[in-house]
Nanobody, 125 residues
């Protein structure tokens, strides 16, 4: 059974940084596409970043140049480094697995089949 646990969320001021982590058990993160998503109150879940087994990455335009997705294969952990945070980045952040793709990863929610419980990120102005 796949289990994902996010951590690293918190409250920061605009311009600050946070690093989110997603510990995965029951599945090798080296085997498939992994993604970070976020959902703000009253909004749909948005695909923020994705990474394939060849480390090809994809980002939402709103976070390009500020966020970096990476994986630590030894620890079976996915990370999201978030710099230059803005109030509009405030949301619940989730990690997820797309077990049917290994590269050219999608940021579409419906492709991802296993999810963590989320970690809250709040950015104040």
């Amino acid at each position: 059974q796949v289990h994902l646990v996010e951590s690293g969320g918190g409250s920061v001021q605009a311009g600050g940084s946070l690093r989110l982590s997603c510990a995965v058990s029951g599945y090798s993160i080296s085997s498939a596409c992994m993604g970070w998503f976020r959902q703000a109150p009253g909004k749909e879940r948005e695909g923020v970043a994705a990474i394939g087994v060849g480390d090809r990455t994809a980002y939402a335009d709103s976070v390009k140049g500020r966020f970096t997705i990476s994986r630590d294969r030894a620890k079976n952990t996915l990370s999201l480094q978030m710099n230059s945070l803005k109030p509009e980045d405030t949301a619940m952040y989730y990690c997820a697995v797309d077990p049917y793709r290994s590269n050219y990863c999608s940021r579409q929610e419906y492709n991802y089949k296993a999810w963590g419980q989320g970690t809250q990120v709040t950015v104040s102005s």
